[in-house]
């Protein structure tokens, strides 16, 4: 006992001498070089990546945790790699690399003026200091000498909060510092890029992703400029030239580069309702259908001019699927999805080998007077793999059809086994000045999701995290991250928009939320994964958001709610309603709009109108795992009718659940929210489950009326 009281004292004195708290977590900063940390070189993962100095850009891998060794001796381990900075060798001289043995990192952390967190780093005979030579970006640490007076050897500890996961925070940082340095103004309600080009398509659609995800006005605003600047500049017929000068198009020979703003453009319109939008993008479709396809192939021709005019690539048959399966899912017509099935056929037994092994090839060229295949080239990459991916994962949702579902799976495990690295990260097309090829990964990220989320992988999931959080982690001093994640960012290599765009892509398509969700848990209004039209704001009303702009016709899907064995009988929808709202609707269905809803909550005003209001209805008995879609009406023509704050379904029916309480709500036993006097038969959670009686007895008496209560935080339910 006296040992370890002597141990305890001797650890305290030694933390109180050092000031720097066990456990907590610092950039630490050169006195020479003040805008310069400790980072492991380009955020690597790997034993033996360098530690060096770098330009702050506060992310997890210039963050380190102190831990505790022995009394006296500490190791810094690094948030983002969870690797500790270790000497290669204890003589001068000697760089430091990241390992993973905590007893390998041994040093004293030694205070020179514990007020402003000044300190020195050490070897364990103190015989030794961590040094560094330059500010150059990337230099090694290095042991010295001891030299009281170097300032390149004192180091200031600056408490940080540690960024140990990729969140909601992370991803919107990422995306408007993007935005910020590459959404150029062209005027009142004209935005732009990249001056054209199909790079200008696909980072329209980096803002189309950025909307789907978060519901965020300022995203959706932004998309709707740079369509306009587009069509300002290209108008209605896409198959022709650019008519500004400053402006490059080449619809005139790229049928690809065509395909790639139809889709951007069909999405625009299923994303926010707008048939405008849905009808352009069909017209501009069926004009490069008709020029491009190939009736002896089944396939789209890639260009009119360049190459071979029987030349076929997967660029343009993944994206002419994908396109024309959103133009039939905005209203076009069930011809579109069977012209996306029968190109999606035939690419799938001419570029992907029957789907094989899940590699997808890029090109070849057909010999028109024999039919047959004269070259190929089996080149894999990110954007083909992604857009086959996602035509697979869009005719599943459609057809039903496993083969769909076989195949988006062993596409991504081909992508994630031969164009990953060892930790999951994409090491292909890291290259910013490489032209197309470096816009090429923000595609893939595009279709990962949906793959996560539609067709329920958790897996990928994780790898969606990953990938965003690495491009964070590898981001320069501007925010931006260059189409290199595996390379920490400069501002020399973030100057081309569309090769920063797939970080963006990467933060806007990481699946923060489960991709199960439990059925009867209360879930968020925002919280949807898809939705058409919604806006989502901080609400006053509750600790979360709230979706806004509910106009008639709009929806949210919430892909994989599970209610496992038991059955969802009733929902309760907490709503807030303006002072002069007439009459609406929200309209409930499982897996699909189509048909009959399962229950519909009509909504009606009162007198405390502003005010959440929860109202509950009945639903058909649901058991098992479904995609939910809320679809809204209302009677007026308001872009704003009424908000979704959150919801709750239960396996009780609408007349058993009476009212439901706020969490923060504290009524006190025997005080009524129900109607009536029947003595409580049972104590029930508000998913319908019995609660033990032995656990509440403090609160629950014979008398209490039926209905809900809150206490300490727990909703409970008495019938």
Known sequence: MKRLLLITILTLTALFAQAVGVGETYRIVS?????????????????GADVVLWTETNVPSQQWKVHSITTDNFALQNVYTGKYAA????????????????????LVIEAIDEESGLYRIMDSGKSLCLSVASDEDGVSVTWATPDDEDESQQWIFESVEPQTAFNASLRETMIDDYLAHHLHSRGANYSTFYEGGWGESEQLEVLLDAYEATGLERYLTAAKQVY????????????????????????????????????????????????????????????????????FTGMMRWAEQTGD??????????????????????????????????IYAAQRRHLAQNMATGKIWDSLVWDPSTETVTSKNEWASTYNQGTMLGAACLLYNHYGDSQYLSDARKIMSYTKSDLCNDYGIIRVCQDPTNGDLSGFKGILMRYVRRFVLELNNNTYRDWTLRNAFHAYCNRDEQGLTSTGWLAKATPSTTTNPFACSTAASAAANAVLGDVVKKGFN????????????????????????????????????????????D??????????????????SIEIYFDSMNGTPAGVCELRS?????????????????TGRHHLFLRFTNSTTKARAYSLDQFQFSNLSAEQVTRVEALESNHLPGSSVGEGSEAYS??????????????LHHFITPSLPKGIYVRDGKQVMVR
């Open 682 to 695: 049972g104590v029930y959670d508000l998913s319908g489950r019995c609660v033990s009686s032995s656990s």
């Open 309 to 342: 005019r029987y030349g076929t690539n997967s660029c343009i048959q993944g994206p002419t699927e994908v396109a024309a399966c959103y133009l039939a899912m905005s209203g076009c017509g069930e011809e579109y999805f069977e012209k996306a099935r029968d």
């Open 87 to 106: 000497p290669r060798t204890r003589t001068v001289g000697g760089t430091f690399a990241a390992v993973g043995t905590r007893s390998l990192a041994r």
């Open 31 to 47: 006195k020479k070089y003040l805008n310069k940390s400790l980072f492991i070189k380009d955020s690597q993962r790997e034993e």
């Open 606 to 622: 009162s007198a405390t109108a502003q005010s959440v209001q929860t109202f509950v209805t009945d639903i058909l008995p649901t």
């Open 228 to 295: 306009s600047y587009f069509n300002k500049c290209v108008t209605t017929d896409w198959t022709k030239g650019s008519s500004s000068s400053s402006y490059h198009w080449y619809g005139y020979d790229f049928n690809d580069d065509v395909m790639w703003q139809i889709i951007a453009v069909a999405r625009l319109g299923w994303l926010t309702g707008d048939k405008s939008y849905t009808n352009i993008a069909r017209r501009n479709f069926d004009r490069i259908y008709a020029r491009a396809f190939i009736p």
């Open 522 to 565: 209360l879930l968020q209004g925002e919280g949807f994964d898809y939705h058409c039209g919604l806006l989502v704001e901080d609400s006053e009303e509750s600790q979360e958001g709230k979706v806004v702009q509910v106009s008639d016709g709009f929806w949210a899907e919430y892909t994989n709610i599970n209610f496992s064995a």
């Open 567 to 584: 059955t969802a009988r009733s929902v309760a929808l907490s709503v807030i309603l303006p002072e002069d709202f007439s009459t609406g």
